[in-house]
């Protein structure tokens, strides 16, 4: 069985994430994980995450909250993993790009590639803010985009037409910590990525996947390309961050450190070294990471569109650079998955304007499964899409509450008052429970076919449809009446939809985890040895065997009336 390696992109330490940095990254990445453990076994997937810590905006914000860099970096991750935990992102690993792991790695990755002639000193003009007497970083730096005219544009990228910037591109540029134009540029030294000699390389390889990728991914990638690929400055002038080391460039760096773009994707690799630290065997990242020990791994990048840049360029750059020259070349992306914007009400998300919902808020009104659902029926896939608080008040009570959450619990209930707590013996099989069958291994076929292919949105639509197909076999086998004219029967028909359930606790339990488990134990399965199904749907209706206890679980899934509806509108933000 091969491999899987799983990454999603870091989110960044400077507070709380919306529920859009979940859409789009760690959620989907999360309901791979799980369903690749549940087909391949835990042991072959191994899925990492990490708090990306370094650059200014995190030195901005510590210095708001007075705190120390680092006690306001140790802070956030904390509070970022409580959060992740709460929502039940089943990371192997969850580290920091702060970890000494990733700060070995990053210098030797600089090393190697200072030692290949792929970097080199060059001596840039940098923005200096008189007012704010510092040089500013280059998305410190704001003024209107050359290309698309948007007057908020930042120096390192425009988020409106997501062109890659340099700050002296800006048209009337100023700085974004005081609003003052009164800036000038001064030379500074940095340490440049020669990317553009990597640029024929770069485009074959991204030509070459354009068939696997979305066209997400490989639009955003070749546009980039077709910009001309140039050289890239990956150090700064900040004191936070993985040092330059003194051997390279003569020492000419000193005092400065690499840019946050630089280490960040690099702790992928600082974050499962840092696994294996953990685990105590300190080589255990490499047999993912290195060739020739990792010729079965397939490595899977979770992103939103934003990343998507320094993940098909910048971090390639690296790998393939430092490969040139080593015997045990890095793992190269196979796949990524980019996503579009899950938007609030049709806009942004936004923290200023206190517009849509942050991570912590949403497990406070509701537990994580509502929310998991409905952001993965609705992953912004091929589109962006649009959270409104109707629309999640509806899907949450049809679709769990009515389609899954009625059947287990009218399935439960009937057979304890009728038959005790154990599934009864009675009745044989009939054609209804063969039609069911067939009917469940096309659905799970497509089913696993759609979470294989990453196609989140239709692999609930696939998920939802084996629950209505549960519903449709109890009114059609309506043991509620066959148990007054032919009580064997009506017994065959509990013991099938009783299996229906364990079967669903399986099939479920990537994207609704905690409720997959709460459904398996209710039927005498452990929640944690759940694997995926592969033989026949009726061998699978016939595993809960008569004579196992059950239990009829809290109700599953409660109902969002409408003046909560209004009263979350009216919190969060409802028009736009
Ligand atoms: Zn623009």
């Not at 953990?278 to 939103?304: H, I, Q, S």
């Not at 026949?536 to 009336?561: M, N, S």
């Amino acid at each position: 069985m091969s491999r899987i390696l799983i990454t999603s992109a870091l989110p960044y330490v400077n507070g709380i994430k919306h529920l859009g940095n979940l859409a789009g990254s760690m959620l989907p990445a999360d309901v791979y994980a799980r369903f690749q453990r549940a087909r391949r076994g835990a042991e072959n997937v191994l899925y990492i995450c990490a708090t990306d810590e370094h650059g200014t905006p995190a030195e901005l914000a510590a210095l708001e909250e007075g705190l120390p860099i680092a006690d306001y970096a140790a802070k956030y991750h904390r509070i970022q993993k409580s959060i992740y935990d709460g929502f039940q992102l089943s990371f192997d690993y969850f580290g920091r790009s702060s970890s000494p792991q990733n700060h070995a790695l990053t210098q030797e990755f600089a090393r190697t590639l200072w030692a290949g002639g792929h970097l080199d000193v060059r001596t840039t003009r940098q923005v200096y803010s008189n007012a704010d007497k510092r040089f500013l970083p280059d998305r410190y730096v704001i003024g209107t985009c050359p290309h698309c005219g948007y007057d908020r544009a930042r120096g390192d990228q425009c988020e409106n037409c997501t062109r890659v910037l340099d700050p002296v591109d800006l048209i009337e540029p100023r700085s974004a910590l005081s609003g003052s134009p009164d800036i000038e540029i001064k030379d500074t030294s940095h340490l440049f990525l020669k990317q553009s000699a990597f640029a024929g390389e770069i485009r074959t390889w991204i030509e070459g996947k354009k068939s696997e990728w979305g066209t997400v991914v490989t639009s955003i990638a070749l546009k980039w390309l077709d910009e001309g690929l140039r050289d890239r400055g990956i150090t700064r002038d900040l004191e936070w961050g993985v040092p330059v080391p003194d051997d390279i460039a003569d020492g000419k760096l000193k005092g400065k450190v690499f840019y946050v773009w630089f280490d960040a994707p690099i702790e992928y690799i600082g974050a499962t070294r840092e696994w294996a630290d953990a685990k105590g065997d300190p080589t255990a990242w490499e047999r993912w990471w290195r060739a020739p020990d990792n010729a079965d791994v397939r490595y899977v990048e979770f992103m939103g569109k934003d990343n998507v840049p320094f993940h098909t360029v910048g971090f390639p750059v690296t790998i393939l650079g430092s490969n040139k020259s080593s015997n045990r070349p890095w793992k190269l992306v196979d796949e990524i998955k980019g996503f579009n914007w899950l938007n609030y009400y049709g806009g942004k998300f936004s923290t200023s304007q206190k517009r849509g919902i942050f991570m912590d808020q949403a497990l406070e009104i509701l537990p994580a499964d509502y929310w998991r659902y409905y952001l993965i029926a609705n992953a912004p896939e091929s589109a962006d899409s649009s959270f409104t608080w109707e629309h999640f008040a509806a899907t949450v009570n049809k679709d769990l509450a009515d389609v899954l959450g009625n059947f287990v619990n009218r399935v439960l209930k009937f057979a304890t008052a009728r038959f005790g707590s154990t599934v009864p013996a009675e009745g044989k099989d009939g054609p209804t429970e063969q039609d069911l069958a067939i009917r469940l291994e096309r659905l799970i076929g497509l089913y696993t076919v759609q979470l294989e292919e990453m196609q989140f949105r239709k692999a609930a639509q696939e998920l939802r449809a084996i629950w209505v197909a549960a519903n449709e076999y109890v009114a059609v086998a309506a043991p509620w009446t066959t148990i007054k004219t032919d009580p064997a029967a009506s017994a065959a028909s509990i013991r099938t939809a009783i299996n229906l359930i364990g079967l669903i606790a399986v099939l479920s339990a990537p994207i609704i985890p905690q409720t997959a488990s709460a459904l398996a134990e209710a039927v005498g399965l452990d929640p944690n040895k759940l694997i995926w199904p592969t033989g026949k749907a009726a061998d699978e209706l016939r595993k809960i065997k008569a004579g196992q206890a059950f239990t009829v679980p809290p109700v599953l899934f409660g109902k969002l009336l409408p003046d909560q509806v209004e009263a979350y509108e009216a919190r969060f933000g409802g028009d736009s």
